[in-house]
Nanobody
């Protein structure tokens, strides 16, 4: 079983910053791609930012230049530094990780965290 636990969400005023963390645990042989997604009320969940095992990153157009994704492979942790937050960034943020179980017979995993609320007031 692979578990992802997010932390760092909260309420912030427009223009402020937050830093989200995602800790991965379980019997894991390798973590490949990781990413942050968000879902606002009435909208579909969408990719915010992603990072590969080789630290190649990609961002949605709406957050480019404001958000920075990073990962610490040793600690199996991923971060999202969010600056210049805007009310439209309000959403539940989810982390996602894809990789391989320690048990080779189990194949790959694709796991999600429970989500953390980010609310930006105007």
């Amino acid at each position: 079983q692979v578990q992802l636990v997010e932390s760092g969400g909260g309420l912030v005023q427009a223009g402020g910053s937050l830093r989200l963390s995602c800790a991965v645990s379980g019997s894991i042989r390798r973590i490949n791609a990781m990413g942050w997604y968000r879902q606002a009320p009435g909208k579909q969940r969408g990719l915010v930012a992603g990072v590969t095992s080789g630290d190649v990153t990609n961002y949605s157009d709406s957050v480019k230049g404001r958000f920075t994704i990073s990962r610490d492979n040793t600690k199996k942790t991923m971060f999202l530094q969010m600056n210049r937050l805007q009310p439209e960034d309000t959403a539940v943020y989810y982390c996602n990780a894809q990789g391989l179980y320690s048990d080779l017979f189990r194949g790959p995993f694709n796991s999600w965290g429970q989500g953390t609320q980010v609310t930006v007031s105007s």
